[in-house]
């Protein structure tokens, strides 16, 4: 096993060519590459089947017992921030139907790492957010991103098998009075389903102050949900959105603009667009494994070194009870098996066995 531990501060060249430097004690993985962003899932649970998802019949739930409680959770960030995570997404399942919500982001948002105050941001559908947003944002909250596939209630209805899309409305007008700004929306680019949209739907989100950002289907759940025909390659995203702007796209690499996170961003060269910002989520046909800054814990404190392999290893039996030296022991030792990237293959082979809604995207 290759573990990098490092005893003097040194410098990390990560995949998009920046470099980082990485202190004593941060995490780094066999490639080099510094850990600084954990997705955390609150739930295996979610009130929504969209199809790509989660299978029509749902998946089996892990018992609540199983669950990572709110002062486990606080504990296990805690660990990471010390560790130089800069950044923690709140996924699921469906986060917002975790109990407790409010008081562990208020809890989150107050933690300083090794590299400064926490950022807490998160992913939803939306569903909740009329009456979460004030609250999640009162309690720290420093960023959201919300799901849409489709802005006709028809086809809403019909990928979330059970979602409204006026719900979801709603509560992005409940963020915009509660003051989150810039929030993104990812849109799943599905051929045959919304690609007749995504013009429709970056000119939308821009109108609102909303950052676009369309994702590749990926073949996660051993490739059962996966239709090949429907994936549609960011190089045709882009040429939808510029169509609907009405000018070319030029990459973006300000800094800040790109996040952390695996999206790259795109900018409207000329016209009454100019400036917008869209998002791509490419992991199918442009792969950015090699400037992955990212770690994620499942619901029940499962560590994933990647969302498309299903090597895990257990964190809760270190969280309970709490001892510091083996959580960290093994989080190192999982790290150390981090594999340079994924093996997505555009047939819907390659992908772990695991199902979205288990470990959040
Ligand atoms: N329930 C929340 C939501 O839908 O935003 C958070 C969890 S969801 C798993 C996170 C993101 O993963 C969503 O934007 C969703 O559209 C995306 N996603 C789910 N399954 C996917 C797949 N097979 N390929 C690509 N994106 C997927
Ligand atoms: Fe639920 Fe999000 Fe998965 Fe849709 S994408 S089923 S909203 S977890």
Redesign the pocket.
Known sequence: MTLVQLSRTRPVAAGSGAVHVAAAGELVDPQARRVQYLRLSLTDR?N?R?T??MPEAGVEHRPRAELLTLEELGLLVRAFAAWGVERVRL?????TMRQGLVDLVADLSDIRGARGRLRVVM???GSRLRELAGPLRAAGLAGL???I?SLRADRFAAITRRGELSEVLAGLDAAAVAGFVGVKI?T?AVRGFNDDELGALALWAWERGHVPRF??????SGGR??VPGELLPASEIRARVAEAAGAPLLADAGEGVRGLGPASYWRVSAGPHAGRLVGVIAAMTENFCASCNRLRVSATGQLHNCLARDDTGDLRSALRPHDPGLLAARVRAVLGHKQAGHEFHRDGRGGPNKA??SI??
Do not use: A, R
């Open positions: 979610c929504y969209c790509y998802c996924t699921g399942g469906e986060p992913t939803t559908n991103t919300v799901s596939d990812n799943v994702i590749e289907v990926m073949p996660m949900l996966f979205m809604i959040g995207g």
